[in-house]
């Protein structure tokens, strides 16, 4: 079955950095895109997402790319914190309301200060 | 409350023994979705409500997998004779009819089957 995966099952920086999480999707009808973050013992957060009618979208200290071409999805992340350390997850979702998300396995970012 | 809730946080069950998870979704969420993360690994969908449709269970792994969704809010997963590859974290999500696509999660519920 198609899936979604990340390029790094982990990611370490130091404090200040910018980080970039890679992510790599293989359904080409897939037009939505989630960022999630999971704390250790806690459900995903919501980070960011994106529409497959936009390249880039910003938030708070984060910015999600996508290239639809070659179908690749990343997180950047400015000025990364301690607080970051989590591991992140790309979803992905065919425009269909209610369609479940498929995830990928995660990438495990580390910041040291 | 604001968000997902579930309960109970953790469960530790005997092979062989039912349990049931509950979820309360964020008020006026229309969707609700089960998903099952075992450790280590990403998320992988079981079942998906909406409104007053028939769910989508494509994604349940056995018939020992069930789950309700009572007045189109609170929902219970159960699971039947309890097996050790059961042990996961269960995690509810909800959606609005406004913004579909995104799902909310609550924070899980740490099964363990000894």
């Known amino acids: 079955g198609e899936s979604v995966g990340l390029h790094l099952p982990t990611l370490s920086v130091q404090e200040g950095d910018n980080s970039i999480i890679n992510c790599a999707y293989s359904?080409?009808?897939?037009?939505?895109f989630i960022w999630y973050k999971q704390e250790s013992g806690k459900g995903p957060q919501f980070i960011i997402d994106?529409?497959?009618?936009?390249d880039k979208r910003q938030g708070q200290r984060v910015t999600v790319l996508l290239n639809k071409t070659v179908k690749h999805l990343s997180l950047q992340i400015a000025a990364t914190q301690p607080g970051d350390s989590a591991v992140y997850f790309c979803?992905?979702?065919?425009?269909?309301?209610?369609?479940?998300?498929?995830f990928g396995k995660g990438t495990t970012l580390s910041v040291s200060s | 409350g604001a968000g997902v809730s579930q309960s109970p946080s953790n469960k530790v069950t005997e092979k062989g023994k039912d349990v049931e998870l509950r979820c309360d979704p964020i008020?006026?969420?229309?969707?609700l979705y089960w998903y099952r993360q075992s450790l280590g690994q990403g998320l992988e969908f079981l079942i998906y409500?909406?409104?007053?449709?028939?769910?989508?269970k494509s994604g349940l792994p056995s018939d020992r997998f069930s789950a309700e969704r009572t007045g189109g809010s609170v929902s219970t997963l159960t699971i039947q004779r309890t097996q050790q590859e059961d042990s996961a974290v269960y995690l509810c999500?909800?959606?609005?009819?406004?913004?579909?696509?995104?799902?909310?999660f609550g924070p899980g519920t740490r099964l363990t089957v000894l």
């Open positions: 994106i529409r497959s009618n936009m």
């Open positions: 359904n080409s009808a897939s037009d939505y």
């Open positions: 999500a909800s959606s609005s009819m406004a913004a579909a696509d995104t799902q909310y």
């Open positions: 008020s006026g969420h229309t969707a």
């Open positions: 409500f909406q409104g007053n449709s028939a769910p989508d």
């Open positions: 979803a992905e979702n065919v425009n269909q309301a209610g369609t479940a998300l498929i």
